[in-house]
């Protein structure tokens, strides 16, 4: 276990050290100056500052440093490697991070665990001690929300998920997640989480986001199912599902026999969309039958159609320890 934490906390200060290169202004430290205190006077995050100065340790500035003040587009990027921080203490068991990072208000829609910060450091311990270890695959950040696809693995199984993370003022205030069982490939040779990992930038988001947005609603939510034809590229889908093969026609047999079965998957609402340049991530609730499901659903957009698709499907069971629910 010790060399387990040990190798976690040299990941950790990587990412503390890795600079991010923006524009930035200059502050000359004085005595009795607070990296916190420097932070807030310039409405940026501690993090921010710690990976613009590649800064080992925050309590240990000194009298007449040179800090750059990073631009704002910084603060999004420590975001990110918060999120990935935070991951790293399923691995670490180190909660020392949990409370760091995330605010006092925190609420945690996972409905196993316990409410607020509380639930969250009992999982993280859980999952240390079953040595569990996580793979994140992709990152997408817009705005407040950091979204990652990711592996986790512990003694008894592994599992794909989805997590996602709400900011507010450089800290975690909510947190939303889904899991499946990792599966075999499917008929088209695809897992859960192969495929593209880089974000194509000269893609636009807001692009992006419109074309899946109108998929989901006239498709997956039943508004104008006679519009999918348009949101596709003739036959090309890469699909991900689990137990299901690339191609728009093998898509929609598929439909059809889960609408013949009465298993269908309708969505009701969308909750959250996270946008970063070909990459579009939605969670939606919606039922199949009278079973009411999680959707959270992986979209690729090139030339302005869907691509590629991930998604983790899996049934809401509110748990008595969680009183705020999936969504």
């Known amino acids: 276990m010790k060399k387990r934490i040990m190798a976690m906390s040299c990941a950790v200060i990587m990412l503390f050290t890795a600079g991010i290169p923006v524009n930035a202004s200059e502050y ?15 409405d940026v995050t501690i993090e921010a500052l710690v990976l613009e100065n590649n800064i080992k340790n925050p309590d240990l500035i000194y009298v007449d440093q040179q800090l750059h003040i990073p631009a704002s587009d910084a603060i999004e990027a420590a975001e990110v490697d918060i999120a990935k921080i935070l991951l790293s203490t399923y691995e670490s068991g180190n909660t020392q991070l949990i409370d760091r990072y995330m605010d006092e208000s925190f609420v945690d829609h996972n409905t196993t ?11 993280v311990e859980a999952a240390a001690v079953d040595n569990t270890t996580v793979q994140i695959h992709r990152v997408l950040t817009e705005g407040d929300y950091v979204a990652l696809h990711s592996t986790y693995t512990d003694n008894a199984r592994a599992q794909v998920a989805f997590d996602i ?3 507010e003022e450089g800290k975690v205030v909510e947190h939303w997640d889904n899991f499946n069982d990792v599966a075999e490939a499917n008929p ?3 897992t859960q989480t192969n495929g593209p990992t880089e974000i194509d930038y000269s893609v636009s988001a807001e692009d992006s986001k419109l074309v899946v947005l109108g998929a989901v609603n006239d498709v997956m939510m039943g508004k104008n199912p006679a519009n999918m034809p348009s949101y596709f590229e003739g036959n090309k889908y890469l699909q ?7 191609g728009v026609d093998t898509a ?10 009465g298993t269908n ?3 009701d609402e969308v909750h959250i969309v996270v946008a970063q340049g070909d990459f579009v991530l939605t969670a939606s609730k919606g039922h199949k039958g009278d079973v009411s499901y999680a959707f959270f ?4 957009v090139e030339n302005g159609k869907i691509a590629e698709h991930w998604d983790i499907v899996d049934e809401i069971v509110e748990e008595p320890g969680n009183d705020v629910g999936k969504f």
Do not use: C, T
């Not at 009795?32 to 420097?38: A, P, S, V």
């Not at 665990?113 to 999982?123: H, T």
């Not at 659903?297 to 690729?300: A, P, Q, T, W, Y």
């Open 28 to 42: 000359v430290v004085k005595k009795g100056d607070m990296l916190w205190k420097i932070a807030k006077q310039y």
């Open 113 to 123: 665990a316990g409410n607020g910060k509380e639930g969250f450091v009992n999982r």
């Open 265 to 267: 998957s309708i969505y």
């Open 252 to 261: 929609i047999i598929e439909a059809q026999k889960a609408i013949a079965a």
């Open 297 to 300: 659903d992986l979209f690729r």
């Open 188 to 190: 088209s040779g695809r």
């Open 240 to 246: 991900h599902h689990v137990g299901v093969g690339d």
């Open 165 to 167: 993370f709400r900011f």
